[in-house]
């Protein structure tokens, strides 16, 4: 891993730094100004269930919790730190995710914990181990330093037994946290303990009575039978508000960011922590993100994108930095905004180099790189990704990764993959994407009106242009001929729109000077000729 965010120079600026991450580092700063006893690590916890397929906002928490970690050892010059990427994988099944297969053999194991699920998907050994692997397979292929933590592990490993003591003893004063929060029905039935019954294995939300804290033992009703039974070595886990906060005390935990779902439950779970004897830590409420009809992502629902889906259509850069922006505002997540993220990425990388110590502390760019731990590429790509997709979407569905090179190589002086790379990848996405999301979707209409006479002049002023001729001076005579009051456009936007839907197909486009010397003089005066016939 690199120390980037270590450089002596960086040291003081991050000290004022107004870039999030930073001010979220100071709150631990300014909780242990001499750093943690003993020299201690600062902790940092992620928390995930594994009910459904890990998503984006799951990505999201380990991404942006390393960021602050990040930050935190830049303010300390390089403080110890960890990061607990805590799955609760011991919870039990409470309904059918939409976007799993064999649904009605899962049904068959409601209220079970996860772990003890198999796998639908009938790669690993239980549904819980399958989507904690897709989880730990993804932040490890972005580079996260992180130490994944089983809950299921950890109590049936007897780690949590102390703990669990600890909630036993104060059984009531839990209960007196909770209760009125609660409605009248569910306060009738509720127990900060969810035993786990002997007899059927289901996780049962049952009233429990307290037998014995130092022995760990509790009474309940099984089956119409009333047990003494141990919650130790994994005989029962916590209500999840419970278990939050048994988790931030037994294991040190620091630094916990949340969504502004969970405001109310952070709240509750810091009352128990205190009751318990520990502290809850600092930590971000950040807002949600909303799929394209603005409604909350959800795990069992389905409506978020993949991990997968991302990649397939962007770069890892892109999908840290769409997640680093403005984290205390709902954003939609969906395919749309891909293309975007990836534009916005390379323009504020080209920026960084340039930029003075402060500002680079303020570049997103910075806190995406340092979370991958790896220095911030210093190329600059030759297209936007805009353009290129707009080239892919004019050639057609049809044409190679080849051919999309050769248009390159008229481009850009030795464009070939061997000498860029991140380009190389970036054309495998933009064929991705056209493929799905742009070429079901185009349809050129003919020119209407002044818009015949513009395009006959634009052909004929691409017709004497020199073989040499740059993008700029292209752009030029698109824009004379827009600002021609003979061809009755309104505003340069509509004669850039006329283009678009003529030529490509599309209400939006690139720009147009950059486009056509990309595609060639040739090429576009023969998209102008089709537009005409």
């Known amino acids: 891993m690199t120390d980037l965010h270590l450089h002596p120079s960086l040291r003081e600026p991050a000290q004022t730094s107004k870039a999030w991450p930073f001010e979220e580092a100071r709150k631990l700063v300014k909780r242990y100004p001499d750093g943690k006893p003993g020299g201690e690590a600062m902790i940092f916890e992620t928390g995930y269930g594994p009910s459904g397929l890990p998503h984006i906002g799951t990505f999201n928490e380990v991404l942006r919790t390393t960021m602050v970690r990040r930050a935190y050892e830049a303010l300390t ?44 998907f009938g790669k690993f050994e239980s549904f819980a181990h399958h989507n904690n692997a897709m989880l730990r397979e993804f932040l490890d292929r972005f580079g996260f330093e992180y130490e994944f933590v089983s809950s299921t592990e950890r109590y049936k490993a007897g780690a949590f037994d102390d703990a669990l003591r600890n909630v036993l003893r104060h059984n009531q004063d839990i209960l007196d946290i909770m209760l009125p929060t609660l409605r009248a029905e569910r306060a009738a039935t509720y127990s900060p303990i969810l035993p786990v019954s002997p007899t059927s294995g289901i996780v049962l939300q049952v009233p429990v009575t307290v037998v014995d804290a130092d022995a760990g033992l509790v009474s309940f009703e099984d089956e119409g039978q009333m047990i003494t039974h141990s919650i130790l ?33 952070g709240v509750q779970s810091g009352k128990i922590a205190k009751a318990l004897g520990g502290r809850k830590p600092e930590g971000l409420i950040y807002e949600m993100f909303l799929d394209e009809k ?6 069992s629902k389905g409506n978020g994108l993949s991990l997968d889906q991302w990649l397939d259509y962007g770069s890892e850069e892109s999908l840290a930095f769409f997640a680093y922006r403005e ?94 790379p991140e380009l190389d990848r970036l054309i495998d996405n933009a064929m991705a994407y056209n493929r799905d999301y742009v070429a079901p979707t185009l349809s050129r ?23 040499d001729a740059s993008a700029d001076d292209i752009q030029n005579i698109v824009y004379a001929i827009g600002k021609n009051e ?25 720009r147009m000077g950059s486009f056509i010397a990309l595609f060639g003089v040739e090429n576009t005066r023969r998209l102008i000729a089709e537009a005409l016939a």
């Open 233 to 265: 070595g994994g005989g029962a886990k916590l209500q999840w508000k419970v278990d939050w906060a048994m988790r931030w005390v037994a294991l040190g935990v620091d630094y916990e960011m949340y969504g502004k779902d969970l405001t109310d439950s």
């Open 486 to 510: 003979a061809y009755g456009f309104e505003n340069l936007r509509d004669w850039f729109k006329a283009l678009y839907e003529t030529l490509l197909g599309s209400s939006a486009g690139p």
């Open 327 to 420: 984290p205390k505002a709902a954003k939609q997540l969906h395919i749309g905004v891909i293309p975007k993220a990836i534009d916005e990425y390379l323009q504020m990388r080209g920026s960084y180099p340039a930029q003075e110590a402060d500002k680079r502390l303020g570049n997103p760019v910075h806190h995406v790189h340092v979370a991958r731990g790896e220095q911030i590429p210093a190329s600059e790509l030759p297209v936007t990704f805009g353009l290129l997709l707009n080239l892919v979407a004019v050639m057609g569905a049809d044409a190679s990764k080849e051919q999309i090179w050769r248009y390159l190589g008229r481009y850009v002086d030795g464009a070939d993959a061997a000498t860029w």
């Open 77 to 120: 010059g390089g403080a110890p730190t960890r990061l607990v990427a805590f799955s609760d994988d011991m919870d039990g099944l409470r309904k059918v995710p939409d976007n799993v297969p064999n649904g009605d053999m899962l049904r068959e194991y409601l209220g079970k914990p996860l772990t003890a699920i198999p796998d639908p």
């Open 445 to 467: 209409r003919k020119p209407q009106g002044g818009e015949v006479a513009a395009l006959v002049e634009l052909d004929r002023e691409l017709a004497a242009l020199p073989t």
């Open 294 to 299: 603005g409604e909350k992502i959800s795990k």
